[in-house]
C-alpha cells in the first residue's frame, strides 16, 4: 500500500529522538503503526543515517528470535561514522527483547523506536520491562483531515458524512468509500480480531456473552455517564448473569485493546475529578458504528459528532474530560500546559430551547477560558454577546489547535 505521510506523528517522533528514550507507538489494530514507522525509516534514511530496520512480520528477520540474536543482529548493523537508529515492528516476537533494549539504551549506542501487538504486549507491560526508559505515543486513526488527504477529496458536508459514517482506519483508502458492504465486512473483521485477539484470547475471557453486550451497551451510549452497577444490572435483566466488579473487568479490557477510552468526569466548581459515572468514546467511528450495525440513524448523528470532537481534541494534544458544574453538564473540559477550553456539542441548533441550552450551560462557567459550541449547522463560525464562539464541526476538525 501507498504510504502518505502522516506529519504530525512523524514529526513528533523526531523531535523525542535524541533524549535518551525508548519510543513505544502504541494504538488500536489498524490505525497505521506500522505505516509510520515505515516513513520514519524513509525520513532518517534520507537524511544520511543508518536506520536499523526489523519487521518480524517479515519472514527475512525470522532468525532474530531472542535477545542474543536481537543483540547480534543490531551489533553487526551499527555504523562508527553516522548517526544509528533501530526500528522494531511487532518487537513482541523477540524474546527477552527487552534486555537488548536495555543494554542499547546504557550504552547510548542508536535511538530506539518499536511497536507490538495488543494481543501480546501493552504499554502497562512496557513500564514493567522498560521502566523509566521509554515514552509512549498513541496512534489514533485518522483525522479528518488526513481522511481527506487519504480519500484525496475535498472537505464538504458529505464528506464529513462519510467521515462520521465510516471512520479513520488507513486501509479504508484502498478500499474506496464507495464500497459500502465491503467496507462493512472489514471492519467488522478489524473489530472481531481486536475483541478475539487483544480481548478474549489475551484475558482468556469466557463470558462471551457478556462481552459482546457490553460492547454493544457502550457503542448505544456514548456520551452518556455509564455506571458499573447501573451496567450489572441492566445486562441481569437481559438475562447475562454479571456483577459490577465484572463489567468494570470487562471495560478496563476495551480500554487496554484502544476501541474505547475512558474520559473522567471534573468537578469545575470544586476543581476536582470524580472516581465514578465516567464517559466513554470510541478509538475510531466506524467501528463503532459496525457495532451498531447503523448507517446514521438520526439518533446517532449527535453521538458521533460528540465522539469526533472527543478524538479531534485528543488528536490536538489535548487532556479531555467531561464537566459537571453543580447540576449541569459541560461536554468537554480540555487542558492543555495552562490553557482550557470548554466545549458543548449538538448536531444542528435547530431551536430555542437548544441554542439555550448549549450557550446557556458555558454561561454558567464564570471564568475567562475559550468557550465553543460546535454543530453541523452551516455557519461556519460567529461569537455571541458572551464571547462564546459557534463553530461548524467540519472547520473545528481541521483546525490544528484552539
Request: aromatic share 10%; proline share 1%.
Amino acid at each position: 500500500m501507498e504510504l502518505i505521510e502522516r506529519k504530525s506523528y512523524t514529526d513528533r517522533i523526531l523531535h523525542s529522538l535524541g533524549k535518551g528514550l525508548i519510543i513505544a507507538l502504541t494504538g488500536q489494530r489498524r490505525v497505521g503503526k506500522s505505516s509510520i514507522l515505515k516513513l520514519l525509516r524513509n525520513t532518517l534514511t534520507q537524511n544520511n543515517n543508518n536506520v536499523i530496520y526489523i519487521n518480524k512480520d517479515k519472514d527475512e528477520f525470522h532468525s532474530i528470535n531472542d535477545n542474543k540474536s536481537f543483540s547480534k543482529y543490531v551489533a553487526q548493523h551499527l555504523s562508527n561514522d553516522k548517526n544509528n537508529y533501530l526500528l522494531v515492528d511487532e518487537i513482541q516476537n523477540i524474546e527477552s527483547f527487552e534486555l537488548t533494549l536495555r543494554s542499547l539504551q546504557a550504552d547510548n549506542e542508536c535511538d530506539i523506536v518499536i511497536t507490538g501487538s495488543n494481543s501480546k504486549i501493552l504499554s502497562s507491560e512496557l513500564s514493567t520491562y522498560l521502566a523509566g526508559r521509554f515514552v509512549e505515543i498513541h496512534i489514533q486513526s485518522l483525522s479528518y483531515n488526513e481522511f481527506l488527504s487519504f480519500q484525496n477529496i475535498e472537505d464538504s458536508q458529505e464528506s464529513i458524512i462519510s467521515y462520521l459514517d465510516l471512520g479513520g482506519l488507513p486501509q479504508l483508502r484502498t478500499i474506496g468509500l464507495n464500497d459500502i458492504d465491503f467496507i462493512d465486512d472489514y471492519l467488522q473483521d478489524v473489530c472481531n480480531t481486536v475483541v478475539l485477539k487483544d480481548i478474549i484470547e489475551r484475558y482468556k475471557i469466557r463470558n462471551i456473552t457478556l462481552l459482546n453486550n457490553l460492547i454493544e451497551f457502550i457503542s448505544d451510549n456514548i456520551g452518556k455517564p455509564i455506571s458499573a452497577t447501573n451496567i450489572a444490572r441492566y445486562l441481569k435483566s437481559q438475562r447475562i448473569d454479571t456483577t459490577a466488579y465484572g463489567v468494570l473487568n470487562y471495560i478496563n479490557y476495551l480500554c487496554s485493546s484502544f476501541i474505547i477510552n475512558r474520559v473522567k468526569r471534573y468537578d469545575i466548581h470544586g476543581k476536582r475529578l470524580f472516581e465514578s459515572n465516567e464517559k466513554y468514546y470510541f478509538e475510531d467511528l466506524g467501528i463503532r458504528n459496525s457495532i451498531m450495525k447503523s448507517h446514521h440513524h438520526v439518533g446517532d448523528i449527535e453521538k458521533l459528532i460528540e465522539n469526533a470532537i472527543y478524538l479531534h481534541l485528543r488528536n490536538m494534544g489535548y487532556v479531555v474530560y467531561v464537566g459537571q458544574l453543580r447540576n449541569t453538564e459541560i461536554d468537554f473540559i480540555a487542558q492543555k500546559r495552562n490553557r482550557t477550553i470548554y466545549i458543548q456539542a449538538t448536531y444542528l441548533l435547530a431551536s430555542q430551547e437548544t441554542i439555550e441550552r448549549e450557550f446557556g450551560n458555558l454561561k454558567l462557567i464564570k471564568d475567562n477560558h475559550p468557550k465553543y459550541v460546535v454543530s453541523l449547522d452551516n455557519l461556519f463560525e460567529q461569537t455571541n454577546d458572551n464571547g462564546i464562539i459557534h463553530i461548524n464541526l467540519r472547520k473545528f476538525l481541521q483546525l490544528s489547535d484552539l
